[in-house]
């Protein structure tokens, strides 16, 4: 049962993940000023 909920977290997090030029750009920006960074 356990490892049914990890494989299925996995899963989850690889499907989750941005593709992309514009999904890079907002990793890159999360990870530089945080979730909470103000727009414009």
Do not use: D, H
């Not at 990890?6 to 030029?21: C, N, Q, T």
Request: no cysteine; hydrophobic share 55%.
């Amino acid at each position: 049962m356990v490892s049914f909920f990890l494989r299925s977290a996995l899963i989850g997090l690889l499907f989750g993940i941005p593709v992309g030029a514009v999904g890079a750009m907002t990793v890159q920006r999360t990870w530089n000023y945080g979730i909470k960074a103000e727009t414009a």
